[in-house]
């Protein structure tokens, strides 16, 4: 079996991840927080050291800056609900998910005015069309760094110092880039870091958060959810402090407990040497399905300019039965169709068909590359006829 | 002579457990330990220093940035 479908979940995972996990399941087990005894004490500290991983990973200053949420969707409906106002303008890409657009859909029919800048058919985007979009009452620029369809990576850096020399704040969607893609929110200018932990960073689902820099005035932002939270418990009313004002209700511990095992993996093979490996099996598999005839492949077509997912079509063949035969007859998992995100779609010229997509990850290997080229040569040839 | 202690009173565990880094770096014995009934309701956990090196832990949590609620003997 080869697992192609790293894009939606990362598969395997380290097993020091569900050890983290058993260990806490086993050892721990207490509500991180809430209460004063020992486990629940080394409980907060398990989540605690969580942040401290997440911090490492993106040169993040504060781990109070860091709140855990369920998933990346959460953290970006948290930043973009919790910010914006009705009479604010938001800046975004045509290349974004739909945790991304339809909050932002949603936040449009409320009052808010969007701008979606549209990007190039191999999904770049170029950041002069950003600061053209900027209005005076523009508060928010909202990012996905890295394409989740075609891999194609987003110029967050640019962006970032369009966004501080107009006063305006990054959000960016580090979905497919947290773990595979050096990240550096001080150095790129990222106020809102919104990141998944089953992906790259090797976590657990159930897992994910926001990065909060010192440009966001928390004193101005709505919590999307309120409730518990161990902290000033004789108050009706939410606290507003970090990281508790966003965090009510009982963390997922024993999966934060597996994330932060999962960063620390990351951390020790070192972000840049999982992106070479990682630039190499794009690269190997770009060349490869594009020497088929019949065989189109979508994005940069360069693994130094994207992730290591790719798309492609077979002529002949809808994705739905290409995926298929690649599971039942070859034994390779990958997605097909739209990849909830009909914006990439429509910019990459894949709508509404969509595409075939081998999200390759750090566990994956030449061969397997190799293996699975030669499935869809096959699979083409058939179309062919 | 037994020592005698202060407890410095954070936001929520999260800090609590920031700070007892922040001074065990900065040199200063520290330890997590429950919010005395008779100071708060609260069903936290605070840091207690030795009395004196109080003046010393303000200093290093306030360095960091870190927002110190109260700081109390006891
Ligand atoms: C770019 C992007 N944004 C958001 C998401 C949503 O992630 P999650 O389901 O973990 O919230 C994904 C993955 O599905 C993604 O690739």
Known sequence: MIYFDNAA????????????????????????????????????????????????LVNAPDPLRVAFTANVT????????????????VITSSMEHNSVMRPLRALE???????????SPEGFLNPADVQAAIRPNTRMIVLNHASNVAGTILPVREVGHIAHAHNLLLLVDAA???????IDVQADGIDLLAFTGHKSLLGPMGTGGLVLGPRVDVSRMEPLIRGGTGSRSEREE??????????????????????EAGIRWVLERGVEAIRAHEMALAQRA????RAIPGVTVYGPLDAARQTATVSFNIAGM???????????EHGILCRVGLHCAPAAHKTLGTFPVGTVRFGMGVFNTADEVDAAVAAVEALAREARR | MSETYSVILVHSTSHAIRAEKVLRAAGIPCKMIPVPRHISSDCGVCVRVGRADVDAARRALEAAGLEIEDIRDI
């Open chain 1, 9 to 56: 979940t990362s598969w395997p995972k380290p097993p020091q991840v569900a050890e983290a996990m058993m260990h806490f399941l086993r050892d721990v087990g207490a509500n991180p927080g809430r209460s004063a005894h020992r486990t629940a004490v080394e409980s907060g500290r398990i989540v605690y050291a969580a942040r401290e991983a997440v911090c490492e």
């Open chain 1, 74 to 89: 959460v953290a970006l409906n948290m930043a973009l609900w919790g910010l914006l106002r009705p009479g604010d303008h």
């Open chain 1, 109 to 119: 029919r409320k009052g808010v005015e969007l701008t979606v800048v549209r990007c």
């Open chain 1, 176 to 182: 497919q880039t947290a773990g595979a893609y050096p």
């Open chain 1, 238 to 259: 939410q606290p507003d402090f970090l990281p508790d004002m966003l965090e009510s209700g009982t963390p997922n511990a024993v999966g934060i407990a597996g994330l």
């Open chain 1, 286 to 289: 770009i060349d490869g399905l």
């Open chain 1, 318 to 328: 809808e994705p739905s039965e290409a995926g298929l035969r690649l599971d039942e």
